[in-house]
């Protein structure tokens, strides 16, 4: 395990080999480091994990595939996965991992992963491709996990959607961290979703983002936020660690979902799951825009 430093004149951006998980984000004008690090130990100790080929938890950590029961604990194996280095320069890096013994036991396709991170004014592009190379249709669910710092309550900041909406569709998770299958109708205030610790303390929120374009956390006291674009996740989730007035929030674009509560089912019949056929690939790309 390594760290890698890629930078630009707005920029600096360290990413760990170990699940090509995102270490820091630090602007070059003033200093400030958006990501979440928890020096204390007192309550995430991740950054931004890639979680992947599952999102959240399975009922009895186990899916069906083929009549064949496979474990996964949540949010799946990446993150803790070894990644190459294949490419980088001064303000980019590639980075890729694929299917090995240990992978197939509890997901039995083979897979090639690769991530590229590339800094370009002030944003982050971010690109995940995923190729199938195996001789059966592969199925999966990707998701980010990024942790930003807040530097003050929580209740200081909100979420703004774009394009501007009066509503949002909530997805119910019960309990937690499953889903009950029932969605709901949330208001927005001026297209803005505004946040709290209270609003977090049951555990995290998940919407259906299928009609915006973008979503930013926004500090309402400082020119600190992050803009992210969610072309290619159709759902976003919000979780803070539950009644710990956590210094720091996750604000995460989802393609899938994790499981409704109930049996363990069918890995192909799971509530949002993507496929790739034999021989293709899957590329999912966003940005981070910092202002």
């Known amino acids: 395990m390594k760290n890698i430093k890629i930078r630009n004149d707005k920029l600096q951006v360290i990413v760990s080999t170990l699940g090509a998980e995102i270490q820091s984000i630090t602007s070059l004008k003033d200093h400030f480091e958006y990501i979440w690090?928890?020096?204390?130990?007192?309550?995430?100790?991740?950054?931004?994990?890639?979680l992947f080929p599952i999102i959240g938890r399975l009922n009895d950590n186990t899916y069906l595939y083929h009549s064949e029961d496979y474990q996964l604990t949540q949010h799946g194996f990446l993150r803790d996965q070894e990644f190459e280095v294949t490419m980088q320069d001064i303000n980019f890096v590639?980075?890729?991992s694929s299917a090995n013994s240990d992978t197939?036991?509890?997901?039995?396709f083979n897979y090639r992963f690769t991530v590229t991170y590339q800094l370009v004014d002030c944003e982050l592009e971010i690109q995940y491709q995923i190729e199938n190379l195996d001789t059966k249709t592969m199925y999966y669910s990707l998701g980010?996990?990024?942790?930003?710092?807040?530097e003050s309550d929580l209740m200081n900041y909100h979420l703004a959607?774009?394009?501007?909406?009066?509503?949002?569709?909530?997805l119910e998770v019960d309990p937690a961290p499953f889903l009950s299958g029932i969605s709901k109708i949330n208001p927005l205030v001026n297209g803005a979703l505004p946040l709290s610790y209270k609003a977090l303390d049951g555990g995290l929120i998940v919407f259906d983002v299928g009609d915006f374009d973008s979503v930013q956390l926004v500090n309402n006291q400082s020119n600190h936020s992050v803009k992210m674009n969610l072309d290619d996740f159709p759902y976003l989730a919000v979780w803070s660690p539950e009644n710990k007035k956590a210094p720091f929030v996750c604000v995460e674009p989802f393609k899938g979902?994790?499981?409704v509560y109930g049996q363990p089912g069918k890995l192909q019949d799971?509530?949002?799951e993507s496929s790739i056929l034999t021989g293709e690939k899957s590329v999912i790309k966003t940005e981070f825009r910092f202002c």
């Open 104 to 108: 197939k036991k509890n997901y039995p």
């Open 37 to 50: 690090n928890d020096v204390t130990g007192k309550y995430w100790h991740r950054h931004a994990p890639i």
């Open 257 to 259: 979902l994790p499981d």
């Open 94 to 96: 590639k980075l890729q």
């Open 144 to 150: 980010l996990h990024p942790g930003f710092n807040i």
């Open 161 to 170: 959607f774009g394009p501007h909406a009066n509503e949002i569709k909530k």
């Open 270 to 272: 799971k509530l949002g």
